[in-house]
T-cell receptor, first 109, second 111 residues
Framework: EADIYQTPRYLVIGTGKKITLECSQT?????MYWYQQDPGMELHLIHY???????EKGDLSSESTVSRIRTEHFPLTLESARPSHTSQYLC????????FGPGTRLLVL | DQQVKQNSPSLSVQEGRISILNCDYT??????FLWYKKYPAEGPTFLIS?????DKNEDGRFTVFLNKSAKHLSLHIVPSQPGDSAVYFC??????????FGRGTSLIVHP
């Protein structure tokens, strides 16, 4: 059973606010990922990490940033939220097979 | 251009019957494939995988078939249950451990 956690599960916030979406895993996986997914659409990779102090941008252009100071923690920060950021954000970790957290549903008003 | 394609956005099946979800891929270098199941407002859950050295992998009610020459795989669910109603994603781990996902197929199993 995969142990990967995301908080908050749901967030409603006003335009211009800074937010951090938390993701933690207890499996000791080196690789971690952030995806954005809208209903009926594929998962879009926005950031990934191969290990501590490693971060890379994914395919989807995003105004977000990530950090990987500890193996188990991979937070995603939006400096200034906009309505276009409204989506579901999914964190995953992997040694080989990816395991996903429960997701954060973000609504920016 | 999508390297993993799920051309059916939705599928409706009666309870007890077989559900067949299809996935096509274009990259012949893919050697491992996964299926994920996703309920609304939750993250995808790993369901079943198949290596390219096999043409079939079975786990309970779920069987994945791989046809390498056609670059096609399918997920069979027998018998289908209402709790199987979810979105199913096909994925292929690419280079650098970055998986490529299809757009998903929404399965609805009617009682």
């Amino acid at each position: 059973e995969a142990d990967i956690y995301q908080t908050p599960r749901y967030l409603v916030i006003g335009t211009g606010k800074k937010i951090t979406l938390e993701c933690s895993q207890t499996m000791g996986h080196d690789k971690m990922y952030w995806y954005q997914q809208d209903p009926g659409m594929e998962l879009h990779l926005i950031h990934y990490s191969y290990g501590v102090n490693s971060t890379e941008k994914g395919d989807l252009s995003s105004e977000s940033t990530v950090s990987r100071i500890r193996t188990e923690h991979f937070p995603l920060t939006l400096e200034s939220a906009r309505p276009s950021h409204t989506s579901q954000y999914l964190c995953a970790s992997a040694q080989e097979t990816q395991y996903f957290g429960p997701g954060t549903r973000l609504l920016v008003l | 251009d999508q390297q993993v394609k799920q051309n059916s956005p939705s599928l409706s099946v009666q309870e007890g019957r077989i559900s067949i979800l299809n996935c096509d891929y274009t990259n012949s270098m893919f050697d491992y494939f996964l299926w994920y199941k996703k309920y609304p407002a939750e993250g995808p859950t790993f369901l079943i995988s198949i290596s390219s050295i096999k043409d079939k992998n079975e786990d309970g009610r779920f069987t994945v078939f791989l046809n390498k020459s056609a670059k096609h795989l399918s997920l069979h669910i027998v018998p289908s249950q209402p709790g199987d109603s979810a979105v199913y994603f096909c994925a292929a781990p690419g280079g650098s451990y970055i998986p490529t996902f299809g757009r998903g197929t929404s399965l609805i199993v009617h009682p």
